[in-house]
């Protein structure tokens, strides 16, 4: 594309520069990223569960009518991996380990997408508020924000869960009412340190109101460390919802990881491991694969930050 | 302007703004500590006050007080008056230059309270005059970067990183330029349609996402894009009056990847851009190579002629202050001890501090070997008793300097607060004779 010239101010021409120069970043930021080859192993692990998860309906059949409960195949109970109709072979109550694992994606993708989704636009908005109003706004919130995290999160979790009853939409829920003040701590810290920066000053001088400052100024130089515990608590929230469903408190016969594992066990100590280690096996995979990706994500944008 | 008519000395330009015993006062684990303690200076229109100092003395945080940008906490008082006189285009000569503005293009706006008659709000003077340590904050949100503009002094921290050099600058335009932004895109700010009251409210960036959405869809979308043109090209512009090389191109920058000169320049486009009747500049070229700070200078002297705008300069830098400034205020300790024209501060400075400074300032005319000093460390100003701030350091001081506070009282021309120049009713006065001898 030709210079464009002061002289002729074209709509779309520097807009469009403008664009070719942020893709061009975007380009150098994911080759910065990839560039760490445990990363990329992550990130391969990561496009794979996804694209599985996305595809379950072409890869197995959905069961009906509810297709995130595992069909039951009562002439074949613990049938062993390999058996026909059974590729990873079935539980003590007939269910397809097969269909548990690749709907069990689904499942997990679901989960972690809506609590990350939630916990990250309430922690956000809450730490933003108490780190850029400071004062007694920022008192009254990170006090509520204490008493949240003065429980340990995998008991507080059980508790909600438990008190609002056996069901895969409140682990959903209890995990997001757990989850949320991470962010709002990490976001409240730096909103702080990012506002006393010269460049908020002088967003301040030339006029701007104090929404345009947040938006434009404070935001962006400060979403970076909540990016990457995003990125983290994709496997995280994962791992804590398979733990919760594990205990039971997800809808029995759920296509989850974690159901599947607890219907596995009883079967461990009698020889039929199967049923136990796929879906265990995945839970791993998943939960290292964000974490890789987390770290590489971290290292190229944040690289000051030491390892939490 | 081919007829320029003589100039009025710049000391007896009208005032724009003037400080009336400005304290500011931090909180500390030590106490507290009064950072500026009764400070008294004018701004004329058109002129450059020096505002000079060692670390410490204050001096930043007077500029920071004309725009009410001293953080609190720590600080917990500003008292004291800061009265501005916004000045308005000239009408008779639109910014050109005439007889009536003074050929500074511009005019004092009239008081809205007495209508020019001279009321208690302007102090009777006639003029619009604002308090900017009282006004509300949106008042006052319209006052800076329109009226009162800042220069920085590391331009490296005063450029947000995650915006385009274009989109930085532009803020200023969508702050105070709204109509302008309009008109050149080709919609009538006036028109009181629902389309236009969305595109008004874009253009002064006060637009959400909802009616950014709006924005985004077809029937609006090419107006928006006119809006972003017209800015784009106040943007270059401003830009290369500044004279940063293919401003179109810079626009798209990062501040990263621009030289700190350019940064400077980038920060006083922005500054200049809405043509302010004051500039802070706050050491602006401390953070350059020395070779860009020549250039540079000479870049904010050039277009203060222009834009016809006071400047008030601060720097610890005493050889450019007395290049730049017209007057020179010298600050010490949070107050002022001298106060009048360069020429004369710099030849024959009348404070024993002022004295020490010049002395300081190490000259090719001198040998080489030690270089001159003050003796002794700024005082703690946590809880200070009544007494000349300098008084511990000086060479001349007796005791009342270390009991009475000095006034800044005017000696042929200038003002300086120092017991030598006008003797206390009691006790023994300082003079300089004594170690002179």
Avoid at chain 1, 210 to 220: A, E, H, K, S, T
Avoid at chain 2, 130 to 150: C, F, H, K, S, Y
Avoid at chain 2, 181 to 204: C, F, K
Wanted: glycine share 8%; charged share 20%.
């Amino acid at each position: 594309m030709s210079a464009t010239s002061a002289s002729q101010p074209a709509v779309g021409a520097a807009n469009e520069s403008a664009l070719r120069v942020r893709i061009r970043r975007m380009r150098e930021l994911a080759a910065n990223v990839l560039a760490n080859p445990t990363t990329l192993a992550g990130l391969v692990v990561i496009v794979g569960m996804v694209g599985m998860a996305l595809l379950a309906p072409w890869i197995v059949e959905p069961n009906s009518p509810n297709a995130s409960q595992m069909p039951r195949d009562w002439g074949a109970i613990a049938v062993p991996p390999g058996s026909p109709g059974h590729l990873l072979g079935t539980t003590n109550t007939g269910g397809d380990v097969l269909y548990g694992v690749i709907w069990g994606a689904r499942t997990s993708l679901r989960l972690s997408l809506i609590v990350v989704t939630i916990t990250v636009a309430v922690g956000v908005a809450v730490g933003s508020l108490a780190g850029f109003r400071g004062g007694r706004v920022d008192e009254v919130l990170m006090r509520i924000v204490d008493v949240f995290l003065s429980i340990p999160e995998l008991i507080f979790a059980l508790a909600i869960a438990a008190v609002l009853g056996p069901s895969f939409r409140n682990i959903i829920l209890a995990l997001a009412i757990v989850f949320w003040v991470k962010y709002a701590r990490i976001m409240r810290a730096q909103v702080m340190h990012v506002k006393q920066n010269e460049y908020v000053d002088a967003a301040r001088v030339i006029g701007d109101s104090n929404w345009n400052i947040y938006r434009r100024d404070v935001l962006p130089n400060s979403i970076t460390p909540v990016v990457v515990q995003a990125t983290l608590d994709m496997g995280n929230i994962v791992l804590v919802g398979a733990t919760l469903s594990f205990i039971g408190l997800a809808e029995a016969g759920l296509a989850e990881w974690g159901v599947l594992v607890s219907e596995g066990q009883s079967g461990i100590s009698g020889g039929r491991w199967w049923a136990s280690t796929f879906p265990g096996l995945m839970v791993f995979l998943w939960a290292l694969a964000f974490n890789l990706l987390g770290d590489g994500i971290r290292d190229v944008l944040d690289p000051k930050t030491e390892t939490r | 302007m081919t007829t320029a008519p003589i100039e009025a000395p710049k000391t007896t330009a009208p005032v724009v703004a003037s400080v009336r015993d400005l304290r500011v006062h931090f909180k500390t684990k030590a106490g507290i500590v009064q950072a500026v303690d009764g400070v008294d200076f004018d701004v004329r229109d058109g002129e450059t006050l020096g505002l000079v100092g060692e670390t410490g003395c204050g001096k930043s945080v007077t500029a920071r007080s004309f725009l009410r940008l001293v953080p609190m906490p720590p600080g917990i008082a500003v008292s004291g008056s800061i009265m501005f006189r916004p000045r308005m285009r000239c009408s008779s000569c639109d910014g050109a230059g005439c007889s009536i503005c003074g050929n500074t293009g511009r005019v004092v706006s009239i008081c809205p309270a007495c209508s020019g008659a001279g009321c208690d709000t302007c102090e009777q003077t006639g003029a619009e005059t604002v308090d900017l340590l009282t006004v509300p904050e949106r008042e006052l949100r319209a006052i800076r970067g329109n009226r009162i503009a800042m220069i920085f002094q590391d331009p490296g921290k005063a450029l947000n990183p995650a915006l385009t050099i274009g989109k930085q600058v532009a803020e200023v335009f969508y702050a105070h330029r709204s109509d302008e932004l309009l008109t050149s895109a080709g919609i009538d700010p006036a028109s009181e349609s629902l389309q236009n009251y969305v595109l008004r409210r874009r253009a002064s960036q006060e637009s959400r996402t909802p009616e950014n959405l709006v924005l985004s869809l077809p029937p609006l979308r090419t107006r928006r894009n006119a809006i972003s043109a017209a800015a784009d090209a106040m943007v270059a512009a401003a830009l290369n009056e500044t004279q940063i090389p293919n401003p179109r191109a810079v626009m798209d920058r990062y501040p990263h990847e621009l030289s700190g000169g350019m940064k400077q320049r980038v920060m006083i486009a922005q500054a200049l851009a809405c043509d302010p009747d004051l500039l802070i500049a706050d050491e602006p070229t401390t953070a350059l190579d020395v070779t860009v700070q020549a250039r540079i200078i000479e870049l904010i002297n050039e277009l203060q002629e222009r834009h016809k705008t006071a400047v008030v300069y601060i720097s610890h830098d005493l050889s450019l202050v007395r290049k730049v400034a017209d007057r020179t205020a010298v600050m010490y300790a949070g107050r002022i001890v001298e106060v009048g024209e360069s020429d004369q501060i710099f030849h024959d400075p009348e404070h024993p501090y002022t004295r020490g400074l010049i002395d300081a300032i190490p000259g090719a005319s001198h040998e080489r070997g030690r270089l001159a000093a003050i003796e002794g460390t700024v005082p703690e100003l946590i809880d200070p008793e009544p007494s000349c701030r300098f008084s511990g350091r000086c060479a001349y001081a007796e005791q009342v300097c270390r009991s009475e506070d000095p006034q800044l009282e005017p000696i042929d021309h200038r003002q300086v607060a120092c017991f030598i120049h006008h003797p206390p009713d009691h006790g023994v006065a300082p003079t300089f004779a004594r170690t002179e001898q």
